[in-house]
Every structure is written in C-alpha cells, then in structure tokens.
C-alpha cells in the first residue's frame, strides 16, 4: 500500500445509512398530510429506481443530468407507484432534498479524520457537488475535494468517473484507492486500475440485507473505517 496516496469514497451505503433517512424523511413529510405506507418500502422503491435512471445516460440514450434531476423523476414514478399522486410540487421538492439530509455510519467522521492525515480524501459518488457538500456540512466530513460523476459527466461504474478523479490529485489510477461497500464499485474500479478496500455494511438494506463480504477480489477488506485506518497505520 506504500504507492497509494489518495482513497476515494464510495457515498450512499458506504459512507450514509440512505435507507433509514429516507424512510424518517418520507414519514415526516408525507405522514403529516395523512400518509401512511411501508416506509421502509418506499425508501426501497426509491432506491431502486436508482441504477435504471443512470443506466439511460451510461448508454447514451439521453444527456448527462445530476442525480437530483434523477432522484427527482424517481421520486415521481415512486409515488405514482404508491398511489400518491395528490402530493403538491413543494412537498415533493422537500422529500428530494432528503437525499442531502442522510445521516452517515457511526464510524465514518472519525474515520475520515484519521484517514485524512495520511491521503487525500474525496468521495468518488453519483451524487452531485451540492448534494455531497450538503451531506459533508450535515455529518462534520472534511474532503480535500469533492469529485465523481459530477465532475466525470458520467456515472459509476463507467472508467471515467474512477479515473477522473484519481487525475484531479494529479494520481495514476494505482496510486489511488477506492473504498466502498459495494462489490460492483470495486470490481469496475480494479478494472479501472485503482486499488481497492471493501468496508462491510451488513444493514444497508434492512437488517441482514447488505454486503457483510467482498464478493470480488479486493486489496483490503475491512469492518468499518476505523479498521481501515488501522489497517492503513493511520495514527
């Protein structure tokens, strides 16, 4: 690990419980106007809906847009699905801004602390620049920059948004690490030349339902990111 100088973060699940905000979130807004539905579910739904919205500018189909943009239209199928659609256009801009409102892993704050004395640290997300500034202000994350899809014009897993980012530390893809909790990232990353840390989130889904091993081959797998500080003799 000696050559890698900067480690690049995985954001939603990685680093933030998205599951568990949004469906307090959802609850809050949408159960005061008499709401009341499986949140937890419409957390899910939601998400899902997540990977197709980005696949239709991977493949070129349509313009790059920010993932505001999208979770937005997300959030208008979801509601349909659910029958909802008497919610009014304010409280549908709120809920959107839920995603800038998630609250990250116990771990993580002082992990990047630690982290941060020896790399630089950035997250490497498909969410945009406003949106990983509102979720660094709301959980005290220090980033030396903000990069990823934004920046890349492109969405993860596609190379550019892996290797864009290791060039704006002025880094070859080998002297950067990727860290997420997601055996997909990593794999699209190792073939992106980075090196690679799995940090296990077990609950991200619901209890049971996340990725509690690496499924792919990674450099480092670890329990959280105080393991990885130690791992990375992080003082």
């Not at 990047?112 to 950035?122: C, I, N």
């Not at 997250?123 to 030396?144: E, K, Q, T, Y």
């Not at 699209?188 to 509690?212: I, K, S």
Request: net charge negative; hydrophobic share 45%.
């Amino acid at each position: 690990m000696a050559e890698v100088r900067a480690l690049l973060f995985d954001v939603f699940g990685t680093l933030v419980d998205w599951r568990t905000a949004i469906a307090r979130e959802a609850r809050a807004l949408l159960g005061a106007r008499g709401v009341a539905v499986d949140w937890e579910a419409f957390a899910d739904a939601w998400r899902d809906q997540y990977q197709p919205a980005m696949e239709e500018i991977r493949s070129g189909r349509v313009p790059f847009s920010r993932l505001d943009a999208l979770h937005r239209r997300n959030l208008d199928i979801v509601l349909d699905r659910f029958e909802l659609n008497h919610i009014d256009e304010p409280t549908r801009t709120d809920l959107n801004f839920a995603w800038h409102r998630l609250d990250a892993w116990p771990d993580v704050a002082l992990g990047l602390e630690r982290l941060r004395v020896r790399f630089r640290v950035a997250p490497c997300s498909n969410g945009n620049i406003s949106l990983m500034v509102d979720l660094a202000r709301h959980n005290g994350f220090l980033w030396d920059a903000i990069l990823g899809a934004e920046v890349a014009r492109d969405y993860k897993p596609r190379p550019i948004v892996y290797l864009s980012s290791a060039a704006a530390f002025d880094c070859a893809p080998e002297q950067t690490m990727m860290v997420a909790a997601h055996s997909s990232d990593l794999a699209a990353a190792a073939q992106a030349g980075l090196r690679t840390a799995f940090v296990a989130r077990p609950d991200e889904r619901g209890p049971g339902r996340g990725e509690r091993r690496a499924a792919v081959p990674v450099d480092l797998q670890v329990e959280n990111l105080l393991e990885l500080a130690d791992r990375l003799d992080c003082p």
